[in-house]
C-alpha cells in the first residue's frame, strides 16, 4: 500500500488549510489531530475525495508516512509542542523531520534543534504568516534549520508558498531558530503596520470627522498609491465599508476598542532591549494594545480628565493627504527597525541573514505583504551592508520631501489632544538617528557623579573612559583607561 508524503499534525484553521494546500500541490497527506472528533468532522467537510489519509494514533499517523517522514507540527506554543514532539520522538527513525510551523519562540526552537538532531532526526522551526486564506493557496514561509533539511523539504515548500514576480516566498532563513526569529521579529513589524493605520484611522475620524464610507474610500484610494498598496490598507478599507445589521452603524464603531496579543509583539520588543537595538514603533505599537486593555479604567478617566475638544479647521483633503505622507514616514521608520533588529541578530546569533531575500519573501501571502517591499529588497539588494533603511537612497528622499506634513500632522494631534504614540515614536526614532549630537552627554555625566560610571570625551579617542570627582571641584578629572563601570 502507498504511503502519504507528508503529514500535518494539529487540524486547527491553519493546519487544515496548510494540509489542504500541500494536498492540492500533489503531495497526499497523512493528518492527525488529538482529539478525533477534530478529525472526523474535517474529512467530512473539507477532506472527501481529497488525497488526505485520516489517522487516529500517533502510531498509525506515522506509520501511514512514507520514509523518510516529514511531518508539520501546527500546535500551539510551548508545552504543547514539547508534548508532540515528546510522543513522536521514540516513533521516527533516523533521518525523519519534524517541522514546527507554529509560533514558538526562537530560542525553544534551537533548544528543540540541538536535541532532535543529536538523536539523528531532522528539525525546522518554520514561520507561517498569511493567515488561513494564505494558508490555503499560498502563505509566506520562513524556514530555518539545517540547509540540508530545507534542501529535502524545499520541492513541497516552493509549491505551496505564494508565488510572486520573482519566485515562490519562501527561503532558506539560517540554522537553528532563524526562521521563528525572523517570523517574531515579521510580527513585530505587523503590530507596528496595524497601529500605525489605526492612527491614522483616528486622526481622520477624530479630527476630520470621516465615517464610514468616506474612511473605505480614502483607504481605497491609498491603497492604489505606490507606497501604501498593502494587504492591511486593503482589509481596512474592507472593513470600513460593512455595516453591523443590528445598529445599522459602521460595524468597526461598534467593535470595543480593547485589542488582544499573543505574544510575539512582546518577545520582539524584549529581544530588541536585549540586543542594544532600537525599534520605538514597534514599542509603541505593543504598548498602545496594553493601554488598549485598560477600558474600564479609560472610560472613568475620561470623566476626570479633560483634554482639547476643537476639530480640525483647515482644508480635509490637504490634511488626508498630510495623513498619508505621515503613515508612509512612519512605516519606513517601522520597517527600518525591524531590518535593523534582523540585522544585528544575524551578527548576535550566526544567522547570517540575507535581508533582501527577507523582504522579497514577504512580498506575498503574509499579513505584511505590500508593494513597498520591492523597494527594501532592492535596497538591500543594492547594498547588503546598508546600516539603516533610512539611508537607502530613494528612502532617504521620500522623508526628506515629507517630513514637512509628517510634523504638521503630530502638531495637529497634540493640539487636539489625539494620541499617536506609534507616528510620534517614528518622528522621534528619524529625528534621534539624523541628530550627529543628542543629549546623553549629561546622561553620562550623571552617571559618573553617582556611580563612577565614567564618560568619554569628544576631544579623545574612542575607547578612553574618564572619571570626575564631581564634588571636589579642585581636583582634576581622572583617565581611566580601562572599559567603564
Given at each position: 500500500m502507498s504511503k502519504q508524503k507528508f503529514g500535518v499534525i494539529g487540524l486547527g484553521v491553519m493546519g487544515e488549510n496548510l494540509a489542504?494546500?500541500?494536498?492540492?500541490?500533489?503531495?497526499?497527506?497523512?493528518?492527525?489531530?488529538?482529539?478525533?472528533?477534530?478529525?472526523?468532522?474535517?474529512?467530512?467537510?473539507?477532506?472527501?475525495?481529497?488525497q488526505v489519509k485520516a489517522t487516529y494514533s500517533m502510531e498509525d499517523f506515522v506509520a501511514a508516512l512514507e520514509r523518510p517522514r516529514r511531518i508539520l507540527l501546527m500546535v500551539k506554543a510551548g508545552g504543547p509542542v514539547d508534548a508532540v514532539i515528546g510522543q513522536l520522538k521514540p516513533l521516527l527513525q533516523e533521518g525523519d523531520m519534524i517541522v514546527d510551523g507554529g509560533n514558538s519562540l526562537y530560542e525553544d526552537t534551537e533548544r528543540r534543534t540541538k536535541d532532535l538532531e543529536s538523536a539523528g532526526l531532522a528539525y525546522m522551526g518554520m514561520g507561517v504568516s498569511g493567515g488561513e486564506e494564505g494558508a490555503l493557496n499560498g502563505p509566506s514561509l520562513m524556514p530555518g534549520?539545517?540547509?540540508?533539511?530545507?534542501?529535502?523539504?524545499?520541492?513541497?515548500?516552493?509549491?505551496?508558498?505564494?508565488?510572486?514576480?520573482d519566485g515562490p516566498c519562501v527561503t532558506y532563513i539560517g540554522p537553528g531558530g532563524a526562521g521563528h526569529y525572523v517570523k517574531m521579529v515579521h510580527n513585530g513589524i505587523e503590530y507596528g503596520d496595524m497601529q500605525l493605520i489605526a492612527e491614522a484611522y483616528d486622526l481622520l475620524k477624530s479630527a476630520v470627522g470621516l465615517e464610514g464610507e468616506q474612511l473605505h474610500q480614502v483607504f481605497s484610494e491609498w491603497n492604489t498609491t505606490e507606497e501604501l498598496n498593502s494587504f492591511l490598507i486593503e482589509?481596512?478599507?474592507?472593513?470600513?465599508?460593512?455595516?453591523?445589521?443590528?445598529?445599522?452603524k459602521p460595524l468597526v464603531e461598534v467593535i470595543m476598542d480593547a485589542a488582544g496579543q499573543k505574544g510575539t509583539g512582546r518577545w520582539t520588543v524584549i529581544n530588541a532591549l536585549e540586543l542594544g537595538v532600537s525599534i520605538p514603533t514597534i514599542t509603541a505599537a505593543v504598548n498602545a494594545r496594553v493601554m488598549s486593555s485598560l477600558k474600564d479604567e479609560r472610560v472613568a478617566a475620561s470623566q476626570e480628565l479633560p483634554?482639547?475638544?476643537?476639530?480640525?479647521?483647515?482644508?480635509?483633503?490637504?490634511f488626508i493627504n498630510k495623513v498619508r505622507d505621515a503613515l508612509y514616514c512612519s512605516k519606513i521608520c517601522s520597517y527600518a527597525q525591524g531590518m535593523?533588529?534582523?540585522?544585528?541578530?544575524?551578527?548576535?546569533?550566526?544567522?547570517?541573514?540575507?535581508?533582501?531575500?527577507?523582504?522579497r519573501i514577504w512580498k506575498g501571502g503574509c499579513i505584511i505583504r505590500a508593494g513597498f517591499l520591492d523597494k527594501i529588497k532592492t535596497a538591500f539588494q543594492q547594498n547588503p551592508g546598508l546600516p539603516n533603511l533610512l539611508l537607502a537612497p530613494e528612502f532617504k528622499q521620500t522623508i526628506l520631501d515629507r517630513q514637512s506634513a509628517w510634523r504638521d500632522v503630530l502638531a495637529t494631534a497634540n493640539q487636539l489632544g489625539i494620541p499617536v504614540p506609534a507616528f510620534s515614536a517614528s518622528l522621534d526614532y528619524f529625528d534621534s538617528y539624523r541628530r550627529d549630537r543628542l543629549p546623553q552627554n549629561l546622561t553620562q555625566a550623571q552617571r559618573d557623579y553617582f556611580g563612577a560610571h565614567t564618560y568619554e570625551r569628544v576631544d579623545k579617542p574612542r575607547g578612553e573612559f574618564f572619571h570626575t570627582e564631581w564634588t571636589k571641584w579642585d581636583e582634576q578629572t581622572q583617565r581611566t583607561g580601562g572599559e567603564p563601570a
Amino acid at each position: 500500500m502507498s504511503k502519504q508524503k507528508f503529514g500535518v499534525i494539529g487540524l486547527g484553521v491553519m493546519g487544515e488549510n496548510l494540509a489542504l494546500n500541500v494536498e492540492s500541490k500533489g503531495f497526499p497527506v497523512a493528518v492527525y489531530n488529538r482529539t478525533s472528533s477534530v478529525t472526523e468532522n474535517f474529512m467530512a467537510s473539507r477532506g472527501s475525495g481529497k488525497q488526505v489519509k485520516a489517522t487516529y494514533s500517533m502510531e498509525d499517523f506515522v506509520a501511514a508516512l512514507e520514509r523518510p517522514r516529514r511531518i508539520l507540527l501546527m500546535v500551539k506554543a510551548g508545552g504543547p509542542v514539547d508534548a508532540v514532539i515528546g510522543q513522536l520522538k521514540p516513533l521516527l527513525q533516523e533521518g525523519d523531520m519534524i517541522v514546527d510551523g507554529g509560533n514558538s519562540l526562537y530560542e525553544d526552537t534551537e533548544r528543540r534543534t540541538k536535541d532532535l538532531e543529536s538523536a539523528g532526526l531532522a528539525y525546522m522551526g518554520m514561520g507561517v504568516s498569511g493567515g488561513e486564506e494564505g494558508a490555503l493557496n499560498g502563505p509566506s514561509l520562513m524556514p530555518g534549520g539545517t540547509q540540508q533539511a530545507y534542501k529535502d523539504l524545499e520541492p513541497i515548500l516552493t509549491k505551496i508558498a505564494a508565488q510572486v514576480d520573482d519566485g515562490p516566498c519562501v527561503t532558506y532563513i539560517g540554522p537553528g531558530g532563524a526562521g521563528h526569529y525572523v517570523k517574531m521579529v515579521h510580527n513585530g513589524i505587523e503590530y507596528g503596520d496595524m497601529q500605525l493605520i489605526a492612527e491614522a484611522y483616528d486622526l481622520l475620524k477624530s479630527a476630520v470627522g470621516l465615517e464610514g464610507e468616506q474612511l473605505h474610500q480614502v483607504f481605497s484610494e491609498w491603497n492604489t498609491t505606490e507606497e501604501l498598496n498593502s494587504f492591511l490598507i486593503e482589509i481596512t478599507a474592507d472593513i470600513f465599508k460593512y455595516t453591523d445589521p443590528d445598529t445599522k452603524k459602521p460595524l468597526v464603531e461598534v467593535i470595543m476598542d480593547a485589542a488582544g496579543q499573543k505574544g510575539t509583539g512582546r518577545w520582539t520588543v524584549i529581544n530588541a532591549l536585549e540586543l542594544g537595538v532600537s525599534i520605538p514603533t514597534i514599542t509603541a505599537a505593543v504598548n498602545a494594545r496594553v493601554m488598549s486593555s485598560l477600558k474600564d479604567e479609560r472610560v472613568a478617566a475620561s470623566q476626570e480628565l479633560p483634554g482639547p475638544t476643537a476639530k480640525y479647521d483647515g482644508d480635509p483633503k490637504a490634511f488626508i493627504n498630510k495623513v498619508r505622507d505621515a503613515l508612509y514616514c512612519s512605516k519606513i521608520c517601522s520597517y527600518a527597525q525591524g531590518m535593523g533588529l534582523l540585522g544585528k541578530a544575524s551578527s548576535e546569533f550566526g544567522y547570517q541573514l540575507n535581508l533582501s531575500e527577507t523582504a522579497r519573501i514577504w512580498k506575498g501571502g503574509c499579513i505584511i505583504r505590500a508593494g513597498f517591499l520591492d523597494k527594501i529588497k532592492t535596497a538591500f539588494q543594492q547594498n547588503p551592508g546598508l546600516p539603516n533603511l533610512l539611508l537607502a537612497p530613494e528612502f532617504k528622499q521620500t522623508i526628506l520631501d515629507r517630513q514637512s506634513a509628517w510634523r504638521d500632522v503630530l502638531a495637529t494631534a497634540n493640539q487636539l489632544g489625539i494620541p499617536v504614540p506609534a507616528f510620534s515614536a517614528s518622528l522621534d526614532y528619524f529625528d534621534s538617528y539624523r541628530r550627529d549630537r543628542l543629549p546623553q552627554n549629561l546622561t553620562q555625566a550623571q552617571r559618573d557623579y553617582f556611580g563612577a560610571h565614567t564618560y568619554e570625551r569628544v576631544d579623545k579617542p574612542r575607547g578612553e573612559f574618564f572619571h570626575t570627582e564631581w564634588t571636589k571641584w579642585d581636583e582634576q578629572t581622572q583617565r581611566t583607561g580601562g572599559e567603564p563601570a
